[in-house]
């Protein structure tokens, strides 16, 4: 359990969701509302100079008024004395209001831990607004701009004195998976798609490292985490310009998953950035899975389709094909089951006899041409790990092993190991 918590609370539209995003560090909008996801209160992890927290957004608990707001009032109150500070925001240009005496009056009992936020201090000018706050009788106040980041770093360097050192990292359990490809492909669409499907369960409680969002889902039984280094903003109000191609962020969500989908535009075809993408992929032997999206645009059949994109995409030979269309919902299970099949053979593990029969087999096929005369050896070979399921040959000759060979070697050994949907790293070791 994470001992430091930060909790936001505000009456409504004065900025809480803002700051929200603002301190987690989500930048581009992969909007979802959805049950389980947009509650009352959601919670994301976060860092801020090495003080790790989690950061709550009560949302729109103060919206209900009386009844409603009773029956909540004790979850509100246990979520007021955990935190270790309460980020009480309030909206300059609006001025004070009612509302926010109410909120206030909730807060004097957690008064040494709360953090006044002035919010929407967009510009000088708008300081002399803000004085009208301090009447409410809390010692540190803020003055900031959630939308335009000014103000942020003090205010959350003040609340970080505050927090203890949190060492160790919150991991979600399931198969890490990315979404990856160019601009404009349907990345969020699908992912949208995905959270929103009715067979579908959403964690509530997405998490935040420095590098990516994680959001924890269940499908048929089975653990998902969907990485997300793009971003994600629920209740978007704020529209961004076209995303650029950001190649670090594609390889951070790369790095960080088990297995990667490749989202093409089959409307546009497959283009040289496809390639590039994939390759990155490749190069990092995560399990793939190539999602031809946009189907619902394309007058071709399924069977030239894939026969295009085994093609175009021929050193992904590994990856399972699976064609969507995010727009109309079609092709999200094949999608997950095709990720669950790359999971399953990315974690293989075989007996060692099972590895040498396999590696026999190939050599009996076609051994490594003759090195300097002399004929390349098999010793022995035995599987390291997973994750990709990698396997270590002793030989006679190292320097034998020439790239080309050691592809034909990869490909033949899936085939024997029936390691169909996913890459197999190769080590070649003399014998010491
Ligand atoms: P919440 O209901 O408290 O979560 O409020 P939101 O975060 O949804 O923000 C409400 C509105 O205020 C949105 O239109 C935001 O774009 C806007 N807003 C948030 N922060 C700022 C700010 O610092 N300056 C200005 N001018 N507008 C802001
Ligand atoms: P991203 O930049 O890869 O995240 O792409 P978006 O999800 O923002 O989608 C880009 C555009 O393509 C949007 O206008 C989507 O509505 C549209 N789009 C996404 N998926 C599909 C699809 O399956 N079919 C069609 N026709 N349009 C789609």
Same mark, same amino acid.
């Given at each position: 359990m994470m001992k430091n918590r930060i909790i936001i609370v505000g009456r409504?539209? @004065?900025g809480k969701s803002t700051l929200f995003n603002r301190i987690i560090g989500r930048r581009k909008s992969i909007v979802y509302d959805l049950p389980g996801v947009t509650r009352d209160i959601i919670e994301s992890e976060a860092e801020w100079k090495g003080k790790r927290f989690i950061v709550a957004d009560t949302g729109g608990i103060f919206e209900r008024g009386g009844e409603l707001f009773k029956s909540i009032e004790e979850e509100v109150k246990k979520n007021l004395s955990d %935190?270790? %500070?309460? #980020?009480f925001v309030v909206d300059a240009k609006e001025g004070l209001t009612e509302a926010d005496r109410y909120v206030a009056k909730m807060l004097y009992p957690y008064k040494e831990k709360v953090f006044l936020v002035v919010n929407k @201090?967009?510009?000088?000018?708008l300081q002399r607004q803000a004085y009208d706050f301090y009447s409410l009788g809390f010692d540190r106040v803020f003055l900031v701009s959630a939308q335009h980041g000014r103000g942020v770093d003090e205010l959350l360097s003040a609340v970080c004195d505050l927090l203890e050192d949190e060492p160790t990292k919150l991991e979600y359990e399931g198969i890490k998976v990315s979404f990856v490809g160019?601009?404009? @492909?349907?990345k969020s669409s699908l992912i949208n798609a995905i959270l929103g499907s009715q067979r579908v369960l959403v964690s509530p409680i997405a998490g935040t490292t420095r590098d990516a969002v994680e959001i924890p889902f269940t499908y048929s039984d089975q653990k998902f985490v969907l990485i997300d280094t793009a971003g994600i903003r629920r209740r978007t109000k704020v529209e961004y310009g076209v995303e650029f191609f950001s190649v670090g962020r594609a390889i951070k969500a790369i790095e960080l998953s088990d297995v990667s989908c490749l989202v093409l535009d089959m409307s546009e075809g497959i283009t040289h950035q496809d390639q590039k993408i994939g390759g990155l992929i490749e190069r990092r032997y995560k399990a793939c899975v190539i999602v031809g999206n946009k189907?619902? #645009? @394309?007058?071709?059949?399924k069977n030239s389709a894939l026969e295009y994109v085994k093609r175009q995409l021929s050193f992904l030979d590994y990856a399972p094909v699976v064609f969507t269309s995010a727009l109309k919902g079609v092709g999200i299970n094949e999608l997950l089951h095709a990720v669950v099949l790359a999971y399953q053979d990315y974690t293989k593990e075989h007996k060692t006899s099972f590895i040498n029969r396999a590696v026999q087999k190939v050599m009996g096929e076609k051994p490594p041409p003759v090195y300097k005369g002399k004929e390349v050896k098999v010793y022995y070979a035995f599987q390291e790990g997973t994750k990709p399921p990698t396997v270590v040959i002793i030989t006679n000759y190292p320097e034998g092993w020439k790239e080309s060979y050691k592809r034909f070697f990869v490909r033949k050994l899936r085939e024997h190991l029936r390691i169909r949907h996913s890459p197999i790293k190769l080590i070649i070791r003399g014998r010491e």
């Open positions: 409504p539209n @004065v %935190a270790k %500070a309460i #980020l @201090v967009d510009n000088e000018k160019r601009p404009n @492909v349907g189907f619902d #645009l @394309v007058k071709t059949d």
